[in-house]
């Protein structure tokens, strides 16, 4: 079962900032957060992923809090491009076997509108 | 660079037939995984490979699903005595392998089974 909880569906206008929430209060000391989007039609796509340190890439920003029990996905200018469910995933850092997996929930279908 | 590509994209069968999807990994990735979704779901684990060999086999169904990579490269999926309930999208993705490296996928399989 997945580790993470998030909303299933969120709005953003166009141009504003896209805050998605993900809870993951049984997170181990062992385990990453990493965010995957999936545009219909496609195939995941990566987009970050942190240990407990906040997080920058060109796509977006990670924040995850002190006691690494939630986190939360910035993309700070939102497109109609941007629409796609966008999944929470806890991974363990030990790789070798099932560890190395990356276990999808339901994601969170988030609608940018004009 | 070319990602990982799979083919065909779409692939229509009886129930009962045999078939086989192809995953041509992004060159140099020795991690291959395969995965399943249906309709509204998160994608579902089916099989890891580290090489050649099947490090995780945990995700497969049932053993009418195998799963084959010879020469730690090309890996093809081969579903026996198709039922409807196995149509879905079958997504395969790979890593380079080392810890904490994202997955990358591909646009996957659709598997309509009639």
């Known amino acids: 079962d997945a580790k993470t909880t998030q909303p299933p569906s969120m709005d953003c206008a166009e141009g504003r900032a896209a805050n998605l929430p993900c809870n993951h209060s049984?997170?181990?000391?062992?385990?990453?957060v990493y965010w995957y989007r999936q545009i219909h039609s496609q195939g995941p796509q990566y987009i970050i992923h942190?240990?407990?340190n906040n997080e920058t890439n060109e796509m977006a920003s990670l924040i995850i809090t002190e006691d690494r029990k939630s986190s939360t996905l910035i993309l700070p200018h939102a497109t109609l491009r941007d629409t796609a469910v966008y999944y929470c995933?806890?991974?363990?850092?030990?790789?070798?076997?099932?560890?190395?997996?990356?276990?999808f929930g339901k994601g969170t279908k988030l609608s940018v509108k004009p | 660079g070319a990602g990982v590509s799979q083919t065909p994209s779409n692939k229509v069968t009886e129930k009962g037939k045999y078939v086989e999807l192809r995953c041509d990994p992004i060159?140099?990735?020795?991690?291959l995984y395969w995965y399943r979704q249906s309709l509204g779901q998160g994608p579902e684990f089916l099989i890891y490979?580290?090489?050649?060999?099947?490090?995780?086999d945990s995700g497969l169904p049932n053993d009418r699903f195998f799963a084959v990579r010879p020469e730690g490269s090309v890996s093809t999926l081969k579903i026996q005595r198709t039922e409807r309930g196995d149509s879905a999208v079958y997504l395969c993705?790979?890593?380079?392998?080392?810890?904490?490296?994202?997955?990358?996928f591909g646009n996957g399989t659709r598997l309509t089974v009639t």
């Open positions: 993705a790979s890593s380079p392998g080392t810890a904490n490296s994202p997955l990358h």
């Open positions: 049984t997170i181990s000391g062992n385990e990453y």
């Open positions: 942190g240990l407990k």
């Open positions: 995933i806890v991974r363990a850092i030990h790789y070798g076997g099932s560890q190395g997996n990356l276990i």
């Open positions: 060159s140099g990735h020795t991690a």
């Open positions: 490979f580290q090489g050649t060999g099947a490090a995780d």
